[in-house]
Nanobody
Framework: QVQLVESGGGLVQPGGSLRLSCAAS???????MGWYRQAPAKQRELVAT???????YYADSVKGRFAISRDNAKNTVYLQMNSLKPVDTAVYYC?????????WGRGTQVTVSS
């Protein structure tokens, strides 16, 4: 069983940066991992994924600004977010890709506002 705990969110001004972390337990290294986000009154959406050999994918809305990475030795996946915009405000979650319903954690809130 995989358990996921997100951290690193906060309040940041437009143009700022944050680094999110997702600590995973279980068979982390066998999974493609993803970061997802859910803005108020919107459906959860996929932001980025990273395969077991670190091939990455990004949604068009974050391409060039966000970077996903993983450290299999630490069972951790990261999301470096730069040039943040107010539209990036959301609760950010990590999960397998495709997402496992039983693996959703509490997420971490990211608020981009001046």
């Amino acid at each position: 069983q995989v358990q996921l705990v997100e951290s690193g969110g906060g309040l940041v001004q437009p143009g700022g940066s944050l680094r999110l972390s997702c600590a995973a337990s279980g068979i982390f290294s066998s999974y493609t991992m993803g970061w997802y986000r859910q803005a108020p009154a919107k459906q959860r959406e996929l932001v980025a994924t990273i395969t077991t050999n670190s091939v990455t994918y990004y949604a068009d809305s974050v391409k060039g600004r966000f970077a996903i990475s993983r450290d299999n030795a630490k069972n951790t996946v990261y999301l470096q977010m730069n040039s943040l915009k107010p539209v990036d405000t959301a609760v950010y979650y990590c999960n397998k890709f495709p997402a496992g319903v039983a693996y959703w954690g509490r997420g971490t809130q990211v608020t981009v506002s001046s």
